[in-house]
């Protein structure tokens, strides 16, 4: 790597470690405070990052970006304004730092009690959404830590004009310098040395596709924690109500196609398919979508494309769905737990057995019974925003908010004891 991209680095990450030692102790008022001024430049300043923005997407249509991925880059006022909403939302919550988990008091007379601490410094690799930048910069100020950002090069602008105007107003309200920095280079090569950095950093969030998962997997000797890929699935079961099971399918898959917790599969109870599928894939179809299918989806509606069998691990992100009949509940859950990526999952049914069975034994983060999986979301989870969604078990998992962005101290009071 280009020397003096990594005295850069290396520099940041001597800037964030000493930062977050002094965030670990400001007062829960002073980072509200922070916070709410933060949420306020941003909207003050919204016409120049959507000006900045324009610039990606200029950009990003040249490169010849699929629409989804264009979407997920497009930034606008109300966009914005949900930017800087968040900011005020996770200053409204509570403050976990410091938290007493529990209490307790051994023979000796020593008390030993375990509190949430900051993780420390907490390096983020994110592709197309420039929203994540505000959202994280927001969690790691509230729960204490110092933050590294380094967002896709196709969001350079706006990451770039965002990330200042956070750090500017963090600063101006008391906030240690080098709390909130981005890594501003589209080198690859900055990636594979920030996943290195263990002098520096604590952890690792990689927050995007297969791609960017298997290079942290590869290079990474930081600790990391793997998010956001989302092969998600419905299953409609034998005993589901159709009228309710459409528009949940209809909303997982159409709603926001680009986004992680979209459905990319539909498995149908073969007991229902002859009167069901017909329906759905009318309306799937209606709604843009490009529908493939199993054998025997085929049968009864001859018009679908084939599925291939890569079609069962692919996390599209775009208007395409793949369809299967299962026999039962058991070859939903065996086909789930084999192609679905642990992130959420949804059963449409109203036997009791059948969900109770479905939620127990579906291996993933959010498990839904008669619920779209776009609901996996830390924002509608009530944390405000996220780091991303976990699919991971170690030490987090589903929708990161601020208590995932701590770990624990043990705390031991004495009167003068010894061993």
């Known amino acids: 790597m280009d020397k003096v991209l990594e005295n850069i680095l290396i520099e940041q990450g001597k800037k964030a470690r000493k930062a977050a030692l002094e965030l670990a102790t400001v007062s829960s008022n002073l980072k509200n405070t922070a916070l709410l001024a933060m949420a306020q430049s941003l909207e003050a300043l919204s016409g120049a990052i959507v000006a900045e923005n324009a610039k990606d997407l200029a950009l990003g249509k040249q490169q010849g970006?699929?629409?989804?991925?264009?979407?997920r880059l497009t930034l606008n006022e109300a966009r914005v304004k949900d930017m800087a909403d968040g900011l005020r939302e996770?200053?409204?919550?509570?403050?976990?730092?410091?938290?007493?988990?529990?209490?307790?008091?051994?023979?000796?007379?020593?008390?030993?009690?375990?509190?949430?601490?900051?993780?420390?410094?907490?390096?983020?690799?994110?592709?197309?959404?420039?929203?994540?930048?505000?959202?994280?910069?927001?969690?790691?100020?509230?729960?204490?830590?110092?933050?590294?950002?380094?967002?896709?090069?196709?969001?350079?602008?706006?990451?770039?004009?965002?990330?200042?105007?956070?750090a500017t107003s963090a600063v101006k309200n008391g906030i240690p310098e080098g709390a909130i920095q981005l890594i501003d280079s589209p080198d690859r090569d900055a990636v594979i040395f920030m996943l290195k950095m263990n002098s520096y950093l604590d952890v690792v969030i990689p927050r995007g596709?297969?791609?960017?998962?298997?290079?942290?997997?590869?290079?990474?000797?930081?600790?990391?924690?793997?998010?956001?890929?989302?092969?998600?699935?419905v299953y409609v079961d034998e005993y589901a109500d159709l009228d309710k099971a459409l528009p949940i399918i209809i909303n997982a898959k159409t709603q926001r196609p680009s986004v992680c917790n979209a459905i990319e599969s539909l498995l149908?109870?073969?007991?229902?398919?002859?009167?069901f599928l017909p329906t759905i894939v009318t309306a799937l179809q209606k709604a843009g979508v490009e529908v493939r299918g199993c054998e025997k989806t085929l049968r009864y509606m001859p018009g679908v494309i084939a599925a291939a069998p890569e079609d069962w691990d692919e996390e599209y992100q775009d208007l395409i769905i793949a369809v299967k009949v299962v026999e039962d509940l058991d070859e939903s859950i065996r086909h789930i737990n084999t192609h679905g990526s642990g992130h959420s999952e949804a059963i449409i049914s109203e036997n009791y057995s059948s969900v109770?069975?479905?939620?127990?034994?579906?291996?993933?983060?959010?498990?839904?019974?008669?619920?779209?999986?776009?609901?996996?979301?830390?924002?509608?989870?009530?944390?405000?925003?996220?780091?991303?969604?976990?699919?991971?078990?170690?030490?987090?998992r589903g929708p990161m908010g601020l208590n995932e962005l701590t770990t624990i101290k043990y705390i031991i009071y004495g009167d003068g004891q010894i061993r």
């Open 268 to 275: 149908v109870h073969q007991a229902v398919a002859p009167g």
């Open 65 to 71: 970006l699929t629409a989804s991925l264009l979407e």
């Open 209 to 233: 596709g297969k791609g960017l998962k298997q290079v942290v997997a590869d290079n990474a000797t930081v600790p990391y924690i793997m998010t956001g890929m989302g092969n998600c699935h």
């Open 90 to 166: 996770i200053a409204a919550l509570p403050d976990p730092v410091g938290e007493v988990l529990n209490m307790w008091k051994r023979p000796n007379g020593l008390d030993i009690g375990r509190i949430r601490t900051p993780l420390g410094v907490v390096g983020i690799i994110y592709e197309s959404r420039p929203n994540v930048t505000a959202d994280a910069a927001a969690l790691c100020l509230k729960s204490g830590n110092a933050i590294l950002l380094r967002g896709g090069e196709e969001a350079m602008y706006s990451n770039r004009i965002i990330a200042d105007i956070l």
């Open 356 to 396: 109770r069975r479905f939620m127990s034994a579906v291996d993933a983060a959010a498990v839904y019974a008669n619920a779209s999986t776009r609901f996996t979301d830390g924002n509608v989870f009530g944390f405000g925003a996220e780091m991303g969604i976990s699919t991971q078990k170690l030490h987090a």
